[in-house]
């Protein structure tokens, strides 16, 4: 996790190293770079790779009207599923048990070696007995102790990977796509727009292309009844 906080930071830096030096938006240049060259690590080469793949796909179908998101790939999800999350949020409860277990297990001992004879006896069992307390006295220390100290890890180093991964993800939107969610929905925006206008254009291209065969048949008829017309007259005046 610590690794993966690194290569975010320094992506990051990149990202901004790279923006000073010019002053449009970066994609044109990052889309054209291969994954391993922004991170190191597996997972996030083949996470990027997918929105790299992704992303040109939607802005040839698009023509560059609509963008992929990168947070769609590259998330704190990511940083879970890489981190083992799941398998982590037990550790604590599992050394917390670990220290029942051991209290257990030393009061035991102790007292399987504890003798109830005769005074001599039972002087002689003390030593064991108060061994095996301790053994449970410091086992439930120490499962706590490292339960506590754990968590708190544990909690710092996952908080600063997020953070990592937020700071990436603005600085990518920031100034290598554009805030692709911005686009997307002032896209949206536009066609939703022109929707009216297109809608009313292709009613009216339909109604033309029905209706134009019965409109020619209609100047037929009426052009034939109009020389029978014009014959009929003719005869009669001939008459």
Not at 42 to 64: D, H, S
Not at 77 to 106: H, Q, S, V, Y
């Amino acid at each position: 996790v610590q690794k993966l906080s690194n290569e975010l930071k320094f992506a990051e830096f990149s990202i901004k190293s790279d923006a000073e030096e010019t002053s449009g938006y970066l994609w044109s240049v990052y889309k054209e770079m291969d994954s391993d060259e922004i991170f190191l690590e597996k997972n996030l080469q083949k996470a990027y790779k997918e929105y790299l793949v992704e992303m040109k796909r939607m802005e040839m179908l698009t023509a560059g009207k609509f963008k992929c998101e990168i947070d769609n790939y590259l998330n704190k999800e990511l940083i879970d599923a890489i981190a083992c999350k799941n398998i982590l949020n037990l550790i604590p409860g599992a050394m917390t048990g670990l220290g029942i277990l051991g209290t257990f297990i030393g009061l035991s001992v102790g007292l399987q070696q504890f003798n109830t004879g005769t005074a001599a006896e039972i002087a002689d069992s003390i030593a064991p007995l108060m061994g095996g307390i301790k053994v449970a006295f410091h086992t439930s220390i120490y499962g706590m102790v490292f339960s506590l100290v754990f968590n708190v890890v544990y909690k710092l180093v996952m908080e600063e990977a997020y953070n990592a991964m937020n700071d990436f993800l603005d600085a990518y939107d920031w100034y290598v796509t554009g805030n692709a969610g911005n686009d997307n929905a002032s896209s949206m925006q536009l066609t939703l727009q022109n929707l009216p206008y297109e809608i009313s254009q292709a009613v009216s291209k339909t109604m033309t292309q029905m209706l134009n065969p019965s409109f020619q048949k209609i100047t037929e008829l009426v052009e034939q009844f109009s020389r029978k017309a014009l014959l009929l007259k003719n005869i009669r005046r001939m008459q």
